[in-house]
Protein backbone atom coordinates (compact mmCIF):
# COMPACT_ATOMS: atom_id res chain seq x y z
CA UNK A 1 0.00 0.00 0.00
CA UNK A 2 1.27 3.18 -1.09
CA UNK A 3 1.96 5.48 1.80
CA UNK A 4 1.09 9.69 1.56
CA UNK A 5 2.10 12.69 3.03
CA UNK A 6 0.18 15.82 1.60
CA UNK A 7 2.12 19.28 2.96
CA UNK A 8 0.26 22.57 2.61
CA UNK A 9 2.30 25.86 2.61
CA UNK A 10 -0.40 27.70 3.85
CA UNK A 11 -3.95 28.56 3.11
CA UNK A 12 -6.94 25.73 3.08
CA UNK A 13 -9.81 25.96 5.86
CA UNK A 14 -7.52 27.19 8.35
CA UNK A 15 -7.77 31.18 6.68
CA UNK A 16 -10.17 30.48 3.38
CA UNK A 17 -12.67 28.30 4.04
CA UNK A 18 -14.66 29.42 0.99
CA UNK A 19 -12.74 26.98 -0.87
CA UNK A 20 -12.58 23.21 -0.61
CA UNK A 21 -10.46 22.33 -3.06
CA UNK A 22 -7.39 21.12 -1.17
CA UNK A 23 -9.67 19.79 1.38
CA UNK A 24 -11.70 17.57 -0.95
CA UNK A 25 -8.38 16.06 -2.71
CA UNK A 26 -7.37 15.21 0.54
CA UNK A 27 -10.24 12.96 0.95
CA UNK A 28 -10.14 11.35 -2.82
CA UNK A 29 -7.16 10.17 -2.26
CA UNK A 30 -8.44 7.43 0.10
CA UNK A 31 -10.19 4.37 -1.23
CA UNK A 32 -13.07 4.86 1.54
CA UNK A 33 -16.07 6.21 -0.25
CA UNK A 34 -16.67 7.95 3.56
CA UNK A 35 -13.44 7.86 5.22
CA UNK A 36 -12.83 9.25 8.83
CA UNK A 37 -10.23 11.85 9.24
CA UNK A 38 -9.16 13.11 12.11
CA UNK A 39 -7.68 16.45 12.92
CA UNK A 40 -4.86 17.33 15.37
CA UNK A 41 -5.31 21.15 17.04
CA UNK A 42 -2.25 20.74 18.97
CA UNK A 43 0.01 23.72 17.62
CA UNK A 44 -2.82 26.42 18.59
CA UNK A 45 -3.36 24.83 21.97
CA UNK A 46 -6.61 23.18 20.57
CA UNK A 47 -7.82 26.77 19.59
CA UNK A 48 -12.17 26.45 19.74
CA UNK A 49 -12.46 28.74 16.51
CA UNK A 50 -9.90 26.54 14.29
CA UNK A 51 -11.70 23.11 15.67
CA UNK A 52 -15.57 24.78 14.87
CA UNK A 53 -14.13 25.68 11.51
CA UNK A 54 -12.72 22.25 10.77
CA UNK A 55 -16.03 20.36 11.15
CA UNK A 56 -17.74 23.63 9.29
CA UNK A 57 -15.90 22.65 6.55
CA UNK A 58 -15.38 18.55 6.51
CA UNK A 59 -18.57 17.93 7.86
CA UNK A 60 -20.53 18.93 4.45
CA UNK A 61 -18.11 16.59 2.59
CA UNK A 62 -18.33 13.16 2.22
CA UNK A 63 -16.26 12.04 5.03
CA UNK A 64 -16.18 11.00 8.56
CA UNK A 65 -14.42 14.03 10.88
CA UNK A 66 -13.33 13.99 14.25
CA UNK A 67 -10.66 15.65 16.73
CA UNK A 68 -7.93 15.05 19.18
CA UNK A 69 -7.69 17.43 21.81
CA UNK A 70 -4.46 17.71 23.94
CA UNK A 71 -5.96 20.68 26.64
CA UNK A 72 -8.67 19.29 28.08
CA UNK A 73 -9.73 15.08 28.61
CA UNK A 74 -8.09 14.00 25.93
CA UNK A 75 -9.56 10.06 24.34
CA UNK A 76 -7.26 7.20 23.87
CA UNK A 77 -5.46 8.58 21.41
CA UNK A 78 -3.82 4.98 19.85
CA UNK A 79 -7.02 3.63 19.56
CA UNK A 80 -8.53 6.69 17.74
CA UNK A 81 -5.56 7.27 15.38
CA UNK A 82 -5.33 3.55 14.06
CA UNK A 83 -8.93 3.71 13.41
CA UNK A 84 -8.50 7.15 10.67
CA UNK A 85 -8.19 6.65 7.52
CA UNK A 86 -6.68 10.88 6.97
CA UNK A 87 -4.93 12.59 9.83
CA UNK A 88 -5.24 16.49 9.31
CA UNK A 89 -2.91 18.54 11.39
CA UNK A 90 -3.83 21.97 11.75
CA UNK A 91 -0.92 25.58 12.25
CA UNK A 92 0.50 27.04 15.14
CA UNK A 93 3.46 26.76 17.24
CA UNK A 94 5.57 23.28 15.61
CA UNK A 95 7.87 23.00 18.82
CA UNK A 96 4.94 23.22 21.12
CA UNK A 97 3.29 20.58 19.17
CA UNK A 98 6.06 18.20 18.77
CA UNK A 99 6.64 18.38 22.54
CA UNK A 100 2.83 17.74 24.24
CA UNK A 101 2.77 14.71 21.07
CA UNK A 102 6.33 13.33 22.53
CA UNK A 103 4.80 13.38 25.81
CA UNK A 104 1.78 11.32 25.22
CA UNK A 105 3.77 8.80 22.78
CA UNK A 106 2.13 10.40 19.52
CA UNK A 107 5.02 10.55 17.62
CA UNK A 108 5.42 6.63 17.59
CA UNK A 109 1.72 6.32 17.25
CA UNK A 110 1.48 8.25 13.79
CA UNK A 111 4.42 6.65 12.78
CA UNK A 112 2.80 3.39 12.86
CA UNK A 113 -0.61 4.47 11.22
CA UNK A 114 1.36 6.27 8.74
CA UNK A 115 3.06 2.72 7.65
CA UNK A 116 -0.24 0.90 7.73
CA UNK A 117 -1.83 3.28 5.14
CA UNK A 118 -3.08 6.53 6.84
CA UNK A 119 -2.99 9.61 5.12
CA UNK A 120 -1.54 12.22 6.58
CA UNK A 121 -1.65 15.91 5.83
CA UNK A 122 -1.53 19.49 7.45
CA UNK A 123 -0.53 22.79 7.13
CA UNK A 124 2.19 25.34 8.27
CA UNK A 125 3.13 23.38 11.48
CA UNK A 126 1.25 20.35 10.15
CA UNK A 127 3.52 20.26 6.75
CA UNK A 128 6.85 20.47 8.30
CA UNK A 129 5.94 18.05 11.02
CA UNK A 130 6.51 15.04 8.57
CA UNK A 131 10.21 16.02 7.84
CA UNK A 132 13.57 15.40 9.37
CA UNK A 133 13.67 19.30 9.92
CA UNK A 134 11.15 21.83 9.64
CA UNK A 135 12.31 26.04 9.20
CA UNK A 136 9.67 27.38 12.07
CA UNK A 137 8.40 30.33 13.43
CA UNK A 138 7.80 28.80 16.93
CA UNK A 139 10.10 31.49 18.40
CA UNK A 140 8.81 35.21 18.58
CA UNK A 141 12.24 36.60 17.12
CA UNK A 142 13.46 34.69 14.85
CA UNK A 143 13.26 31.36 12.23
CA UNK A 144 14.68 28.27 13.10
CA UNK A 145 15.17 24.88 12.16
CA UNK A 146 14.07 22.47 14.23
CA UNK A 147 13.78 18.95 14.20
CA UNK A 148 10.74 16.74 13.48
CA UNK A 149 9.07 13.33 13.12
CA UNK A 150 11.40 12.69 9.98
CA UNK A 151 8.85 10.73 7.90
CA UNK A 152 10.08 12.24 4.94
CA UNK A 153 13.71 12.85 4.94
CA UNK A 154 14.53 16.85 3.92
CA UNK A 155 13.78 20.32 5.33
CA UNK A 156 10.80 21.70 4.46
CA UNK A 157 10.01 25.91 4.69
CA UNK A 158 6.28 26.66 4.22
CA UNK A 159 4.73 29.87 3.65
CA UNK A 160 7.71 30.34 1.35
CA UNK A 161 5.80 33.29 -0.76
CA UNK A 162 3.52 34.56 2.04
CA UNK A 163 6.05 35.74 5.22
CA UNK A 164 9.26 38.17 3.79
CA UNK A 165 11.59 36.49 6.16
CA UNK A 166 11.34 33.42 4.47
CA UNK A 167 12.98 33.25 1.44
CA UNK A 168 16.03 35.47 2.72
CA UNK A 169 16.46 32.76 5.36
CA UNK A 170 16.24 29.73 3.38
CA UNK A 171 18.81 31.33 1.59
CA UNK A 172 21.39 32.29 4.50
CA UNK A 173 20.91 28.62 5.81
CA UNK A 174 21.31 27.16 2.53
CA UNK A 175 25.03 29.69 2.03
CA UNK A 176 25.78 28.71 5.98
CA UNK A 177 25.80 25.10 4.77
CA UNK A 178 23.55 24.46 7.73
CA UNK A 179 21.07 22.52 5.53
CA UNK A 180 22.16 21.00 2.06
CA UNK A 181 18.50 21.58 0.06
CA UNK A 182 15.28 23.10 1.66
CA UNK A 183 12.22 21.87 0.06
CA UNK A 184 9.97 25.36 -0.05
CA UNK A 185 6.30 25.37 -0.56
CA UNK A 186 4.41 28.68 -1.37
CA UNK A 187 0.37 29.17 0.09
CA UNK A 188 -1.93 28.04 -2.00
CA UNK A 189 -0.02 25.01 -3.13
CA UNK A 190 1.13 21.74 -1.22
CA UNK A 191 3.78 19.09 -2.47
CA UNK A 192 2.13 15.25 -1.94
CA UNK A 193 4.24 13.29 -1.53
CA UNK A 194 4.37 8.82 -1.98
CA UNK A 195 5.81 6.67 -0.36
CA UNK A 196 8.41 9.37 1.29
CA UNK A 197 9.13 11.27 -2.39
CA UNK A 198 8.20 14.12 -3.97
CA UNK A 199 5.20 13.41 -6.60
CA UNK A 200 3.59 16.49 -7.40
CA UNK A 201 2.85 19.97 -6.44
CA UNK A 202 -1.06 20.59 -5.95
CA UNK A 203 -1.84 24.24 -6.49
CA UNK A 204 -4.87 25.11 -4.95
CA UNK A 205 -4.40 28.78 -5.88
CA UNK A 206 -3.46 30.02 -9.31
CA UNK A 207 -0.10 29.57 -10.18
CA UNK A 208 1.49 28.68 -6.65
CA UNK A 209 4.47 26.23 -6.50
CA UNK A 210 6.85 23.90 -4.62
CA UNK A 211 10.53 23.86 -5.27
CA UNK A 212 14.02 22.35 -4.02
CA UNK A 213 15.78 25.20 -3.17
CA UNK A 214 19.96 24.44 -3.15
CA UNK A 215 22.76 26.07 -3.92
CA UNK A 216 24.91 25.35 -7.43
CA UNK A 217 28.36 27.00 -8.07
CA UNK A 218 27.57 29.77 -5.30
CA UNK A 219 24.04 30.41 -6.55
CA UNK A 220 20.59 30.17 -5.22
CA UNK A 221 18.87 27.37 -7.56
CA UNK A 222 14.74 26.63 -7.53
CA UNK A 223 13.80 24.01 -9.03
CA UNK A 224 10.15 23.91 -9.10
CA UNK A 225 7.86 20.61 -9.17
CA UNK A 226 5.49 19.56 -11.30
CA UNK A 227 2.01 20.88 -10.82
CA UNK A 228 -1.61 20.04 -11.13
CA UNK A 229 -3.71 23.07 -10.84
CA UNK A 230 -6.94 22.25 -8.75
Known amino acids: ??????AIGGGGFGRNPSSNSIEKYILNLSVKDSPRICFLPTAT???DTYIVR???VFTPLNCIPSHIEFFNR????DEH?????IVFVGGGNTKSMLAVWSDWGMNNILRNAYNKGTIMSGVSAGAICWFTSGITDSWNDQLKILPCLDFID???CPHYDEEPSRIP???KVLHEKKITNCISIEGGSALHFINGSPYKNVSFKKNKNSYNVYIDKGD????????LQL
Open 220 to 227: IIKDSYST
Open 81 to 85: IMNQD
Open 54 to 56: FYS
Open 1 to 6: MDKHII
Open 45 to 47: GDN
Open 169 to 171: YVN
Open 154 to 156: GTC
Open 74 to 77: TKDI
